[in-house]
C-alpha cells in the first residue's frame, strides 16, 4: 500500500480531505524523529516544515518521490541528495503574504506613529504629545525581493499611498504588478533601490547568493531617516554590520523577525537598542495557517494522483 508520511499534526478534518483524495492510501502522522526515521524508509510522500526534514531522513527514504513542505522556506534541506534521487519538492509559497505583509506594516506604522514611545509612555502613566510623528502616506517603500509576500506589501504599500520600487532577478515587471510597483530593479541596482527607499523591507530566500545580501555598504548607502525590515531569513543580513549601522546612525531603526542566529542570544545588543522592535520569526503566523497550508497540500495531492504539475515546485539549484 502506498503510504503518506506526516511529520507533523494535522486536524481530523484537513486529514479527511487528505484521505479522500487518496482512499487506497495509509496515512501515518509522526511527530517524533526516530518513529519517523522508521516510517519514512517506505513512504511515497512526506509532508513536514521545511527545517523539520533532516538529511537522514531522506538518506533512509527507499521510495520516497515527493517532499511537501508545509512551509515556504526549504533552505536547510540536502539538495544533493533530492537531486540524486529523483525527488520532487514542493513548499507552501503564497500562503504566507497576508500575515507577513500585516506585519510590515505594523512595523511601518509603529516607526512613523511612534507607537512604540507612546507604549513606554503608557506604561509609565506619562502624558507627553511631544513624540515626533510622520506618515506612510507618499513616503517610498523599497521591497528587495518582489515575490508572492513582496508583492502583497506592494499592494498595501499603494492603499497607504506610498511609492512603491521592487527589486527582483529580471528588474522588469511583470504580470499585473505594474498595478502595485511604481519601478522595478535587478539585483545589480539593489544600491539605487536603497537609497531612495524610506522603509527597505527584505523579503528574498536564502541562497548561496542572497547570504549576506546586506552589508556595511548597503546600509551606508540608505537615507539616516530610513527603516530597515527583515521578514525573510536571518542570514540574508550581516548582522554585525547591521548593528554598527544602527548604533551609528547610519539608519534610523530596523524590524527583525529573523537573525543569524536563532533565538536571539540574550547578550545580543539588538535587544537593548530603542530604535529595534524584535518578533521571534512570527511573520508567517497565523490562526488561519493550516488552513491555507493543506489546501495546497491536499491540492498537490489530487494533481500528484492525476498526473498533473503541481503547485510550488522548487528548484534544486536556486534553492527555493
Request: glycine share 8%.
Amino acid at each position: 500500500m502506498k503510504k503518506i508520511l506526516f511529520g507533523h499534526k494535522v486536524s481530523e478534518k484537513h486529514l479527511q480531505k487528505t484521505k479522500e483524495i487518496a482512499p487506497d492510501w495509509n496515512v501515518v502522522i509522526s511527530e517524533n524523529p526516530e518513529d519517523k526515521l522508521k516510517e519514512i524508509k517506505d513512504a511515497d510522500i512526506y509532508v513536514d516544515w521545511g527545517f523539520n526534514i533532516e538529511r537522514r531522513f531522506i538518506e533512509a527514504a527507499e521510495h520516497l518521490r515527493w517532499i511537501q513542505a508545509l512551509s515556504a522556506g526549504v533552505d536547510g534541506l540536502a539538495f544533493d541528495l533530492v537531486r540524486e534521487k529523483g525527488i520532487i519538492v514542493t513548499t507552501t509559497s503564497g500562503i504566507h503574504k497576508v500575515p507577513i505583509a500585516e506585519l510590515v506594516f505594523g512595523y511601518m506604522l509603529m516607526f512613523a506613529r511612534g507607537l512604540t514611545r507612546f507604549y513606554e509612555q503608557q506604561k509609565k502613566k506619562v502624558w507627553d504629545k511631544n513624540v515626533r510623528t510622520a506618515e506612510l502616506f507618499e513616503k517610498t517603500l523599497g521591497i528587495v525581493g518582489a515575490g508572492n509576500i513582496g508583492s502583497e506589501i506592494a499592494r498595501l504599500g499603494k492603499a497607504f499611498g506610498m511609492r512603491v520600487l521592487g527589486l527582483n532577478r529580471s528588474g522588469r515587471i511583470q504580470g499585473n504588478s505594474s498595478q502595485m510597483y511604481d519601478e522595478m530593479y535587478g539585483i545589480g541596482s539593489l544600491v539605487e533601490l536603497l537609497s531612495k527607499s524610506d522603509f527597505v523591507v527584505c523579503a528574498v530566500p536564502l541562497t548561496a547568493e542572497t547570504r549576506h545580501l546586506f552589508r556595511e555598504e548597503h546600509f551606508k548607502a540608505m537615507k539616516s531617516t530610513a527603516y530597515f525590515i527583515n521578514i525573510a531569513r536571518g542570514a540574508v543580513v550581516d548582522e554585525e554590520a547591521l548593528i554598527k549601522a544602527l548604533k551609528e546612525g547610519w539608519i534610523a531603526g530596523a524590524a527583525l523577525d529573523v537573525f543569524e542566529k536563532e533565538p536571539l542570544p540574550p547578550e545580543s545588543p539588538l535587544w537593548e537598542m530603542p530604535n529595534v522592535i524584535i518578533t521571534p520569526h512570527i511573520a508567517g503566523s497565523s490562526d488561519r495557517y493550516m488552513e491555507r497550508a493543506m489546501k495546497v497540500v491536499n491540492e498537490n495531492l489530487r494533481r500528484y494522483l492525476q498526473g498533473e504539475p503541481l503547485i510550488n515546485i522548487v528548484d534544486p539549484e536556486r534553492g527555493y
